[in-house]
């Protein structure tokens, strides 16, 4: 119905924002959904996880 028509629309303008931004959302919280993502190379959950946490990403690291 409209309901439906509507979210759809607004999910598809956020997501045509987003690809204009050239950004990637933020990772998920749930990371039980991470090891199967198709985004998992690019958005590196992990790393991002560990650097909001204060850790510092070692150069020489190739998994930080």
């Known amino acids: 119905g409209p309901v439906l028509r509507e979210r759809f629309v607004v999910a598809t ?9 050239g950004r990637l959302p933020p990772p998920t919280e749930d ?13 590196q959950p992990e ?12 150069a020489f690291d190739p998994e930080a």
Not at 13 to 21: D, F, K, P, T, Y
Not at 33 to 38: A, G, I, T, Y
Request: proline share 6%; hydrophobic share 45%; glycine share 6%.
């Open 47 to 58: 790393a991002v996880r560990r650097m909001a946490a204060g850790a510092v990403p070692d």
């Open 13 to 21: 303008q956020s997501v045509r924002a987003m690809l204009a931004a």
């Open 31 to 43: 990371v039980r959904r991470c090891p199967r993502c198709s985004m998992h190379g690019r958005c």
